[in-house]
């Protein structure tokens, strides 16, 4: 069964639950490996996004390298098949801890986002008797279009080392003998669906990488990021997001160097239109001010966006779609149990007549939905299940 649908006659299991369609997952990463592979591109699955052990899988045998936030993320990647060359930790924040476990795995490269993160890497690998890749990350100053909640490549954001200091890197790097620079690695920020924010990056790289090499660096690697963003609107026009248009923006864009590799960490485009949190209405009410609630057994601690970016899910009632007869619409605001007022999924949207017991589908939530889960309220993890019956 792809997208999660009621069969009558059969029992929808205990909700909240996430649902994965496998297929779906699987035709994204064919095309997204297809359309990168038309210009040699690597692309590494950002692991930040969802870290179901199935979904890993798929990623993995797609041939994809993994991209990790922290140390725990990189030990996630490599015992999930990972191969330690196919794995590269970004991070702001890096502890000494999670530096040296990562060494010893033999991970591909650090992205570095500071001067003192380089020092304290070289001194971990200098313990180890190693010498580490390093990729400086560096803040390109571009605004794209997205929430300013995840747009992460402006100058006043805490990501990545600023253009203002390329210099005393460059400096720094010089006296640092454990440490091997093999390249670049930009990231403005997540769900972009203008092409031209892109198109923007890839001419900045161009002017950077060139600064680099002015300086007699060589740059065996672009790392673009990723950022890629999808239809949260109508999942199902676009089921697929345009990958075509994204590596193409790139071919256009970027300036390569004979024997350069270019590498992109996606997240979001992989895994997000594959999920959807499956949770049933427990509560209809209207308030004096004539706003018709549906309370669901799902809330923030399953499904944090819509708190904290404001962020829009379709929303879709289930068992009103399965029913013979149709139900009239109304406005309704759709809110979960928790006990705070931001844990909202919708308001005021146009929805079937809701009761109790229906069982409502919120869309697009294959990343960051379970993975930004919490156990607020002493609530447990929502479990997942997949289209193929597990
Ligand atoms: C450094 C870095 N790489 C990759 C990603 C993945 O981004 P997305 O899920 O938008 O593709 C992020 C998240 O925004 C990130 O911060
Ligand atoms: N968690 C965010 C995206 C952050 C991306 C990581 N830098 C979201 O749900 O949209």
Same mark, same amino acid.
């Not at 369609?21 to 692309?43: P, Q, W």
């Not at 936030?69 to 999670?98: H, L, M, T, W």
């Not at 109790?356 to 309220?377: C, E, Q, W």
């Given at each position: 069964?792809?997208?999660?649908?009621?069969?009558?006659?059969?029992?929808?299991?205990?909700?909240?639950?996430?649902?994965?369609?496998?297929?779906?997952?699987?035709?994204?990463?064919?095309?997204?490996?297809?359309?990168?592979?038309?210009?040699?591109?690597?692309?590494?699955?950002?692991?930040?996004?969802?870290?179901?052990?199935?979904?890993? &899988?798929?990623?993995?045998?797609?041939?994809?390298?993994?991209?990790?936030?922290?140390?725990?993320?990189?030990?996630?990647?490599?015992?999930?098949?990972?191969?330690?060359?196919?794995?590269?930790?970004?991070?702001?924040?890096?502890?000494?801890?999670?530096?040296?476990?990562?060494?010893?795995?033999?991970?591909?490269?650090?992205?570095?986002?500071?001067?003192?993160?380089?020092?304290?890497?070289?001194?971990?690998?200098?313990?180890?008797?190693?010498?580490? =890749? &390093?990729?400086?990350?560096?803040?390109?100053?571009?605004?794209?279009?997205?929430?300013?909640?995840?747009?992460?490549?402006?100058?006043?954001?805490?990501?990545?080392?600023?253009?203002?200091?390329?210099?005393?890197?460059?400096?720094?790097?010089?006296?640092?003998?454990?440490?091997?620079?093999?390249?670049?690695?930009?990231?403005?920020?997540?769900?972009?669906?203008?092409?031209?924010?892109?198109?923007?990056?890839?001419?900045?790289?161009?002017?950077?990488?060139?600064?680099?090499?002015?300086?007699?660096?060589?740059?065996?690697?672009?790392?673009?990021?990723?950022?890629?963003?999808?239809?949260?609107?109508?999942?199902? &026009?676009?089921?697929?997001?345009?990958?075509?248009?994204?590596?193409?923006?790139?071919?256009?864009?970027?300036?390569?160097?004979?024997?350069?590799?270019?590498?992109?960490?996606?997240?979001?485009?992989?895994?997000?239109?594959?999920?959807?949190?499956?949770?049933?209405?427990?509560?209809?009410?209207?308030?004096?001010?004539?706003?018709?609630?549906?309370?669901?057994?799902?809330?923030?601690?399953?499904?944090?966006?819509?708190?904290?970016?404001?962020?829009?899910?379709?929303?879709? =009632?289930?068992?009103?779609?399965?029913?013979?007869?149709?139900?009239?619409?109304?406005?309704?605001?759709?809110?979960?149990?928790?006990?705070?007022?931001?844990?909202?999924? &919708?308001?005021?949207?146009?929805?079937?007549?809701?009761?109790?017991?229906?069982?409502?589908?919120?869309?697009?939530?294959?990343?960051?939905?379970?993975?930004?889960?919490?156990?607020?309220?002493?609530?447990?993890?929502?479990?997942?299940?997949?289209?193929?019956?597990?």
């Amino acid at each position: 069964m792809p997208k999660y649908t009621i069969v009558p006659g059969t029992e929808v299991p205990q909700t909240p639950f996430y649902y994965y369609d496998l297929d779906l997952l699987r035709r994204t990463l064919k095309t997204a490996a297809d359309e990168a592979g038309k210009y040699g591109y690597r692309i590494h699955y950002a692991l930040k996004a969802n870290v179901e052990p199935r979904i890993l &899988a798929e990623i993995q045998r797609a041939g994809l390298g993994a991209d990790c936030v922290s140390g725990y993320e990189v030990r996630c990647a490599v015992e999930n098949g990972f191969a330690p060359q196919q794995i590269v930790f970004a991070g702001v924040g890096k502890s000494d801890r999670e530096i040296e476990y990562a060494i010893r795995a033999g991970i591909f490269a650090f992205n570095c986002e500071s001067l003192q993160e380089l020092e304290v890497i070289d001194e971990l690998a200098a313990k180890q008797g190693k010498v580490v =890749n &390093a990729a400086l990350r560096i803040n390109p100053n571009v605004q794209p279009d997205t929430h300013k909640y995840i747009s992460t490549g402006q100058s006043e954001s805490k990501f990545g080392i600023s253009y203002t200091e390329v210099d005393a890197a460059l400096a720094k790097l010089h006296e640092l003998e454990h440490i091997r620079i093999v390249g670049l690695h930009f990231h403005i920020g997540s769900q972009i669906r203008k092409m031209e924010s892109f198109a923007e990056l890839a001419r900045r790289v161009n002017e950077i990488a060139e600064w680099f090499e002015s300086k007699g660096v060589e740059l065996k690697h672009l790392n673009m990021g990723g950022g890629l963003g999808i239809d949260y609107g109508d999942p199902d &026009a676009e089921p697929v997001p345009d990958f075509a248009g994204y590596f193409r923006t790139f071919r256009d864009n970027l300036r390569v160097r004979e024997g350069q590799t270019v590498h992109f960490e996606l997240g979001r485009s992989i895994v997000a239109q594959c999920g959807e949190l499956i949770t049933r209405v427990l509560y209809t009410k209207t308030t004096a001010g004539g706003a018709h609630f549906a309370i669901t057994d799902a809330g923030m601690t399953e499904l944090i966006r819509p708190a904290l970016y404001s962020a829009h899910h379709r929303i879709e =009632n289930l068992t009103a779609e399965a029913d013979r007869q149709p139900r009239p619409t109304g406005l309704y605001s759709i809110a979960g149990p928790i006990c705070e007022s931001s844990d909202v999924f &919708a308001r005021d949207i146009e929805f079937p007549e809701s009761r109790r017991g229906d069982v409502l589908s919120i869309r697009s939530t294959g990343a960051y939905g379970s993975i930004m889960a919490s156990n607020y309220n002493m609530r447990p993890i929502a479990p997942s299940l997949f289209s193929d019956g597990e």
